[in-house]
C-alpha cells in the first residue's frame, strides 16, 4: 500500500511515497522523494499515478492510492480480480443476454434500494410497473393523463429515471457536483405526494430517523456541509481507492442527510456512480443484508467510515465472483 512517509535527516523533516515489495520472500520499501512537505492534491496526484505505474510494470499489483485508510492490499487484487471475472462474463453474453443481464441488475437495485427504506413491492412488482412504463408515456405524449400510480409504484418508476440521467452523465464523464446531485433527487421524488416541494432542494426543514437516537444537522448547516462533501470529493478522488472513495462518500452523505427524502437511495446511486467512474463494478446493496448495512451507517453518523468500506468491498467481490456459477 503507497504511503506518505516521513523521515527525519539531520534535524529535518523530508517526506517520501513509499510502498512495500516482495522480492522472493524478502519484502522491500519502494520509496519516491516528496520534499521536505506533502504536495498539493494535484501534484501528489499526478507523482502517485506515475509511482503506481512504474510498479504495475514490474509486476507490483493491488497497489492503493496514499490517503486510503482501510482497503488492504489483498483487498485490492480481491477487488481487481473479481472486476476482471464480471467483464470476462460480460463479454460471454451475446448482445441480447448482456441487456438482459444489466436489466436485471438495474431492477434488483430498484426493488431493493426501494425495499431497504420501507417499499413492500418485491422484484416481480417492480418489473411489472417499469415494464409498464413505456406503455404510460406513450399514452402521456398522446395527452391522455395517467392519475392513481401508488406511492411505491411512483418511487420505482423515479428510481428507474434516475439511473437513466446517471447513464448519460456516465457516458459524459461527468463529475459529481451540487448540479447534478439536486437535479437526480428532482427526479427521484418528482410526483411524490407530501414531498414534491421538496424535490431538487436541500432541506429546508430538519429531519431524524423513526426509532434512531442521532441527531442530523440543522438545516442551516446543510449546505455549507455539502459544499465541504463536494470539496472533500475533489481533493481526494485519485488519493484514496475507488472503492472506498465511494463508500465514504456514501457515508458523509448519509451523515449530512442533505435532503428532506431520498438521501439513502441517493447515497447508493452515488456511490454506484463513483465506482462505475473508476471502472469498477455496479454493486447493489442487498435487501437481507439491510440489518448489517444500517449498522454500518449508524457508525458512519460517528465518523466511523471503516464498517461501511469493508462492506462495500465485500458485496462488490462477492456479486462479481458468483457470475457464471
Known amino acids: 500500500m503507497a504511503r506518505i512517509v516521513k523521515r527525519k535527516v539531520k534535524g529535518k523533516l523530508y517526506y517520501y511515497l513509499e510502498e512495500s515489495i516482495k522480492q522472493g520472500l524478502a519484502w522491500k520499501k519502494e520509496s519516491l522523494y516528496l520534499g521536505d512537505s506533502v504536495p498539493g492534491a494535484?501534484?501528489?496526484?499526478?507523482?502517485?499515478?506515475?509511482?503506481?505505474?512504474?510498479?504495475?510494470?514490474?509486476?507490483?499489483?493491488?497497489?492503493?492510492?496514499p490517503y486510503t485508510e482501510f482497503l488492504t492490499r489483498n483487498m485490492a487484487l480481491k477487488l481487481e480480480l473479481s472486476t476482471k471475472n464480471k467483464e470476462k462474463y460480460l463479454k460471454s453474453l451475446t448482445p441480447a443476454q448482456r441487456a438482459e443481464f444489466v436489466k436485471r441488475e438495474r431492477i434488483t437495485f430498484i426493488s431493493d434500494s426501494n425495499a431497504i427504506e420501507g417499499s413492500t413491492l418485491d422484484y416481480k412488482q417492480?418489473?411489472?410497473?417499469?415494464?409498464?412504463?413505456?406503455?404510460?408515456?406513450?399514452?402521456?405524449?398522446?395527452g391522455v393523463v395517467i392519475t392513481g400510480t401508488g406511492r411505491?409504484?411512483?418511487?420505482?418508476?423515479?428510481?428507474?429515471?434516475?439511473?437513466?440521467?446517471?447513464?448519460?452523465?456516465?457516458?459524459?464523464?461527468?463529475?459529481?457536483n451540487e448540479e447534478m446531485v439536486l437535479r437526480l433527487h428532482f427526479v427521484l421524488l418528482s410526483k411524490i405526494e407530501g414531498y414534491e416541494q421538496y424535490r431538487g432542494i436541500w432541506r429546508p426543514v430538519n429531519?431524524?430517523?423513526?426509532?434512531?437516537?442521532?441527531?442530523?444537522?440543522?438545516?442551516s448547516e446543510v449546505f455549507g456541509l455539502m459544499r465541504e462533501l463536494f470539496g472533500w470529493y475533489s481533493?481526494?478522488?485519485?488519493?484514496?481507492?475507488?472503492?472506498?472513495?465511494?463508500?465514504?462518500?456514501?457515508t458523509k452523505f448519509t451523515g449530512v442527510h442533505p435532503?428532506?427524502?431520498?438521501?439513502?437511495?441517493?447515497?447508493?446511486?452515488?456511490?454506484?456512480?463513483?465506482?462505475?467512474s473508476n471502472g469498477f463494478p455496479f454493486t447493489n446493496i442487498p435487501l437481507r443484508r439491510r440489518s448489517a448495512y444500517m449498522k454500518t451507517q449508524a457508525?458512519?453518523?460517528?465518523?466511523?467510515?471503516?464498517?461501511?468500506?469493508?462492506f462495500l468491498v465485500e458485496?462488490?467481490?462477492?456479486?462479481c465472483n458468483k457470475l457464471g456459477k
Open 42 to 65: 494535484d501534484e501528489l496526484r499526478r507523482i502517485y499515478t506515475e509511482f503506481a505505474k512504474k510498479l504495475k510494470m514490474r509486476g507490483v499489483e493491488g497497489i492503493t492510492p
Open 126 to 142: 417492480t418489473e411489472d410497473i417499469l415494464a409498464g412504463e413505456e406503455r404510460v408515456r406513450r399514452l402521456e405524449k398522446k
Open 152 to 176: 411505491e409504484a411512483q418511487e420505482a418508476v423515479n428510481l428507474n429515471a434516475c439511473l437513466g440521467m446517471y447513464e448519460k452523465f456516465l457516458v459524459g464523464r461527468r463529475e459529481i
Open 207 to 219: 429531519v431524524m430517523i423513526r426509532g434512531s437516537p442521532h441527531v442530523f444537522p440543522h438545516h
Open 235 to 250: 481533493i481526494n478522488k485519485g488519493l484514496i481507492h475507488p472503492v472506498e472513495l465511494a463508500a465514504k462518500f456514501h
Open 259 to 276: 435532503f428532506a427524502d431520498g438521501n439513502g437511495r441517493m447515497a447508493r446511486l452515488l456511490m454506484n456512480y463513483i465506482l462505475q
Open 299 to 310: 457508525a458512519g453518523n460517528k465518523n466511523d467510515h471503516k464498517p461501511f468500506t469493508l
Open 315 to 319: 458485496e462488490a467481490v462477492k456479486q
